[in-house]
């Protein structure tokens, strides 16, 4: 992507208080390629840790004359309440809690569209950590919106969401629930949002759930394969499946660049 000149007059502040590598640096690429001022806030040694409440970071951030947040953090809403209770800057959300990731969700609709003629005759199957998966609950939302209601959730009971899910099918077999998909998309299991009770053995999670090339052979043969990231080799994937030839996983991180310009370019209001 050719570096633009449309946000040379405004300043970004990246604030993560949750490890990122492809959101966050995306997010940073995205921003200096549209010529934002960008800068990533050193939230562990930032006035948070002198017990500072995140408003007044916020507000503080502001005065600084900062245009745009994008925010990451572990508290389900957040970044909506900042919008709230902020005004005359816009704020991204880069993932909050297990509630949303939207621009995930954006990036994993242009890459399946690359690949894939039309969303509402398609079969997707997502398999792993869905209860605590902020990243399936956007990407659901998007592809309801965009006509596809073949969408299937593959999990064990302790992954599962626990309310009910209205036109989605659920499954606890893998081959059967991936059988003729067009689509997979794996999820990392989340242990860091999990009580012990229910995080699973990683060999026998991998046994019942791990994809393997024999696996595959289920979907249909142009399946293509996702990931969010960070991929967990041996638990949720074979490596022979995370680089073999239906994967996608690194034109989504791709995407992401695009996909995040866009958005910053449409909020800033320059499009």
């Known amino acids: 992507l050719q570096k633009s000149k449309i946000l040379r007059d405004m300043s970004v502040a990246n604030l993560f208080f949750e490890p990122s590598t492809r959101t966050r640096n995306t997010f940073e690429i995205a921003a200096k390629r549209t010529s934002a001022k960008t800068i990533n806030v050193d939230l562990a040694n930032s006035a948070t840790k002198k017990n500072e409440t995140l408003m007044d970071t916020m507000h503080t951030l502001k005065a600084m004359q900062i245009?745009?947040?994008?925010?990451?953090?572990?508290?389900?809403?957040?970044?909506?309440?900042?919008?709230?209770?902020?005004?005359?800057?816009?704020?991204?959300?880069?993932?909050?809690?297990?509630?949303?990731?939207?621009?995930?969700a954006l990036l994993d609709m242009l890459t399946i569209r690359q690949h894939k003629k039309t969303f509402d005759n398609l079969s997707v199957a997502?398999?792993?950590?869905?209860?605590?998966?902020?990243?399936?609950?956007?990407?659901i939302q998007a592809m309801k919106t965009l006509g596809t209601t073949d969408i299937r959730l593959i999990a064990p009971e302790t992954l599962h969401y626990k309310e009910e899910t209205p036109g989605l099918e659920r499954f606890d077999n893998l081959k059967k629930g991936i059988e003729g998909a067009d689509v997979i998309i794996s999820l990392r299991m989340q242990k860091e949002r999990m009580i012990a009770a229910d995080i699973p053995d990683e060999q026998t999670y991998f046994e019942n759930f791990g994809l393997t090339p024999e696996v595959l052979k289920c979907a249909k043969p142009d399946v293509i394969l996702m990931h969010p990231g960070p991929v967990n080799r041996g638990i949720e994937l074979e490596s022979s499946v995370a680089d073999g030839p239906h994967s996608v996983i690194l034109q989504q991180v791709t995407n992401g660049i695009a996909i995040r310009m866009a958005v910053m370019v449409i909020l800033a209001g320059a499009f």
């Open 67 to 104: 245009d745009m947040f994008v925010i990451r953090h572990k508290q389900n809403g957040l970044p909506h309440h900042v919008a709230e209770n902020i005004e005359g800057v816009s704020i991204l959300n880069a993932g909050d809690g297990i509630y949303a990731h939207p621009t995930q």
């Open 126 to 139: 997502i398999v792993g950590d869905i209860r605590h998966s902020r990243v399936a609950r956007s990407g």
